[in-house]
């Protein structure tokens, strides 16, 4: 069992920033994909961002492109989430999890979050004025 632990979320206005990371003594990343994906109240689980190992390829769903930027830092061995230009829709639980894949359809990109499982119990991002 990885131990791994999300943290940095809490609450922002629109249009501001949080950083959310997740971290622990078992998580490596050397192979395959790690990502985030997010769950707010009655809604569907959604996959927000995918790092692909190989090439060190990152991927975005199409609501947080261009304001999220994921990354891995081999130093650290954390997985972190910067969120700019953060809107209320981003409002959820986020979660870190290895596994990510992608679906790339007409220019639009989809995180599917099929075989994530989280590792830890997540951070809450709140967005609100």
């Known amino acids: 069992q990885v131990q791994v632990a999300e943290s940095g979320g809490g609450s922002a206005q629109p249009g501001g920033s949080l950083t959310v990371s997740c971290t622990g003594p078992g998580l490596t990343f050397d192979d395959g994909s790690m990502g985030w994906f997010r769950q707010a109240p009655g809604k569907e689980r959604e996959g927000v961002s995918c790092f692909r190992w190989s090439g060190r390829r990152t991927y975005y769903a199409d609501p947080v492109k261009g304001r999220f930027t994921i990354s891995w830092d081999s130093a650290e061995n954390t997985l972190s989430l910067q969120m700019n230009s953060l809107k209320t829709e981003d409002t959820a639980m986020y979660y870190c999890?290895?596994?990510?894949?992608?679906?790339?359809?007409?220019?639009?990109?989809?995180?599917?979050?099929?075989?994530?499982?989280?590792w830890g119990q997540g951070t809450q991002v709140t967005v609100s004025s």
């Open positions: 999890a290895a596994d990510c894949r992608i679906r790339e359809n007409d220019g639009h990109t989809t995180v599917v979050t099929d075989h994530m499982k989280p």
